[in-house]
């Protein structure tokens, strides 16, 4: 399978919101370091615990044979199949991104979300030849336990952390909103950036 060195990252990666019918198929919130039992199988594990969601844009329904989530490497690690409807959203989980490399008879490692930072990649099949359409890069903070990252709003530019298990209170963006990860789900809320100031600042507040 050759993958094409020419990226496709179309309306996000190019500046502002995604515009309705613009794009494909969407990265849109991503757990690289789960601590807790977030595929509802009754058993946390850090590997099948794991999760990527992606996102329609819409305006219409949208085919996904073709589309690969992969490691930043490029690799494919899970396929999708199916449609996903106008402003839908989809999440693989670690335990199905397994399922799939068990099945198709391919080295079995999850989703290889590293905590130490990492690049998800959003990969399409076209003939021959295997698109990049899109991709996020994130860093260590955004991957401590339980917090996500996604976009805010669905599909747009601007990516968010989403800490109310393990609140981040760091200066480096993205910034912590105080909201779950909402992962199938919109990314919902109002995020409230952490204010900071001096203690001469917070003793003015008193008096």
Known sequence: MRILLLTVLGCVA??????????????????????????????????????VEVYNPGPGSLDLAGYLIGDASRIPLYGFSGNLTAGGHLVIYGSVAVAYQQAHGIGVYGLRLGNDGDTMTLLQVA??????????????????????????????????????????TGQTPPSGTGLPPTPGGANGGVPVPAVYTTWGGVRGLYR
């Open 14 to 51: 190019l500046g502002g919101a995604a515009t309705p019918g613009s794009c494909g198929l969407m990265l849109n919130e991503i757990m690289a370091d789960p601590a807790r039992d977030w595929d509802g199988n009754g058993t946390y594990n850090y590997r099948d615990d794991e999760w």
């Open 127 to 168: 003939g021959a030849d295997t698109l990049l359409t899109d991709s996020y890069t994130y860093n260590t903070y955004e991957a401590e336990d339980d917090r996500s990252t996604g976009r805010y709003p669905d599909g747009s530019a601007s990516w968010w952390i989403f800490d109310q298990y393990n609140p981040y």
